[in-house]
């Protein structure tokens, strides 16, 4: 009688293996909605903690544009800066944070789209506990981005508005 | 001895079934890697084929870029046209057709970036067998998108660049 129960069982372990092993290759897949490369680590002084960016468009005479992907590591965050332009970000995936200079910093999340108005001064970053992934859009028609000093970790973890 | 094996087969009968339903629950929630609303339907005559769009960002007056996302059905397609200060193309699902004037078409995938040159009459949109998302980041600064002339069926299928 064993040896008739031996196939059966066999054939459960089996396909239980290969359950999980699809199960573990849908994961991987589905690991990351990752859309553009994650580029280059940022190496300026103008960012904490770690931060990548790949240039997916540079800006020329004509179409006075910039679009990059940057990703930030959990914690990590720009500098406060303004653009005379002002900024688009979009975000793609992860939590991240965003703060204008007199505001309450805002929570994103992936399909969260912001305005930053021009020579206003504000920062992103990813939260705590998440990379975060967006696009940022900068319009050069009026010159380059003013870099100022390194948002505090007080301001970091300072209260967020309601969403 | 047959009851014996009729525990067994229920088991591998119902890890069948489990493991099905599992496959289908990851399937239905990778269906769609959607970062952005669909939005509305394009009722205008500047496309052909059922195509959606939400508007990200409008231009303004001292940062003049709109930032659209765009969903083409299989087969729609925008007519010819051109921009003044050109047009970028993120490729965010799907697969879809670019084509320039004097160009052949190109296969647009997931993370393709394209940089549309000022005045260069070009069309995109969804290849035949899948819906295509973009995102399109216009500059309004030197004025509005110039609209051309349909793509033709024999435009729309004619042979694409390797990639």
Redesign the interface.
């Known amino acids: 009688?064993r040896s008739?129960?031996l196939l059966?069982?066999a054939?459960?372990a089996m396909?239980?293996i290969?359950?999980k092993q699809?199960?573990d290759a849908?994961l991987a897949e589905?690991d990351t909605?990752e859309?553009?490369?994650k580029g280059e680590k940022i190496t300026n002084s103008n960012f904490v903690g770690d931060a990548w960016v790949q240039m997916?468009?540079t800006a020329d005479s004509?179409?006075?544009?910039s679009?990059g992907n940057v990703t930030f590591a959990p914690g990590a965050r720009t500098n406060w800066h303004s653009h005379p332009?002002?900024?688009?970000i979009?975000a793609?995936e992860g939590t991240g944070y965003y703060q204008e200079k007199g505001s309450k910093k805002r929570i994103l999340r992936?399909?969260d789209?912001v305005?930053c108005?021009?020579n206003l001064p504000h920062w992103h970053g990813a939260g705590p506990d998440s990379e975060f992934v967006q696009?940022a859009?900068t319009?050069r028609?009026s010159g380059p981005t003013e870099w100022l000093e390194a948002v505090t970790d007080e301001q970091y973890r300072s209260d967020h508005t309601k969403d």
């Open positions: 009688m008739k129960l059966p069982v054939l459960i396909m239980l290969s359950c699809e199960e849908n589905n909605t859309i553009f490369p997916l468009i004509i179409n006075r544009n679009v332009n002002g900024q688009i979009l793609l992936k399909g789209v305005k108005p021009a696009l859009i319009s028609v």
